[in-house]
């Protein structure tokens, strides 16, 4: 029935006829279809936040040694001495982000070497060592050589991986719990 016609129909005093059909069925079904979709999807959300704090316990910290940045310009130069893709970019990444001054990055000369090494080239074992903490290297050398334009050289072996260590007071036990990529498995 069109709407000139309801109109005629109320205007002479008449009730209009009920609606037949699917669309008097379904009147206004798309909005309570909307709210029903979007209060599930709120419920499943909710759902997965509580599972989230119940396997993990929340999110919690942990106050740890924080790593600091050296307090003058240490140059360094990062070699591959194990072979693997990539890892001299890595470690350069990391001491940059600490606050060092990696001037070279590349390959060893050989690809031999099992365990890694940071070696001191001007003298002071404490630059070295705290090259040393900023890639998690337990092994430091001292060989001082002038001809070299860095104070510390970094000979990454197999054994070395990129994993950063805590750069400041706080260690995080994981991703937050808002974190969606932790729900999917990345």
């Known amino acids: 029935m069109s709407r000139r016609s309801v109109r005629r129909t109320r205007q002479a005093g008449r009730r209009a006829p ?3 059909g699917p669309a008097a069925r379904h009147r206004g079904g798309a909005r309570a279809r909307s709210r029903l979709l979007l209060f599930g999807a709120a419920i ?3 759902s997965l936040v509580a599972v989230r704090f119940a396997r993990d316990g929340g999110a919690t910290t942990t106050t740890a ?3 600091s940045p050296p307090s003058e310009r240490v140059r360094v130069e990062i070699l591959n001495a194990g072979g693997l893709d990539g890892v001299a970019r890595a470690a350069t990444a990391q001491l940059r982000e600490v606050g060092f001054d990696v001037v070279h990055f590349g390959n060893a000369v050989a690809f031999d ?3 890694s090494v ?3 080239r001007v003298g002071r074992p404490d630059l070295a060592r705290a090259v040393a903490d900023g890639l998690g290297i337990r092994n430091v050398l001292s060989q001082p050589d002038s001809n070299l334009y860095v104070e510390v050289s970094v000979l990454l072996g197999r054994d070395w991986s990129a994993i950063p260590p805590p750069t400041s ?3 995080s036990s ?4 808002w974190d969606a990529r932790r ?3 990345r």
């Open 113 to 115: 070497r099992d365990s």
């Open 174 to 177: 994981g991703d937050p719990w």
């Open 169 to 171: 007071g706080e260690v």
């Open 65 to 67: 040694p924080a790593l």
């Open 183 to 185: 729900w999917i498995g």
């Open 18 to 20: 009920k609606r037949r």
């Open 44 to 46: 499943v959300f909710a």
């Open 118 to 120: 940071v070696v001191d």
